[in-house]
């Protein structure tokens, strides 16, 4: 929650200067950059190769996020944060 609510308010502040769409770049290269590691700590263990019905599920994920992220971006530059954090 304490992480949601920090990203909403640095979304509004940052719309001043940044477009939506270098800051929903920097949004996703700081969750690759947070979760790369975390999949190199057990990789022996826990890895599996994707078969192609793997992958078409995860790239729909990742292009729903992205939508999300790019239309709650550009909500956020048009309305108060107060307004749109019950969407969260």
Request: charged letters at 10%.
């Amino acid at each position: 929650g304490i992480c949601g609510a920090l990203s909403v308010v640095a979304l509004r502040f940052s719309h001043y200067e940044e477009p939506a769409y270098r800051i929903n770049f920097y949004f996703f290269l700081f969750a690759f950059a947070m979760t790369t590691p975390m999949t190199f700590i057990n990789i022996n263990k826990s890895w599996k190769a994707l078969s192609t019905g793997d992958i078409l599920p995860l790239f729909m994920i990742g292009l729903i996020g992205f939508l999300y992220q790019l239309s709650f971006s550009y909500a956020l530059k048009n309305a108060p944060a107060r307004f749109l954090a019950p969407f969260l």
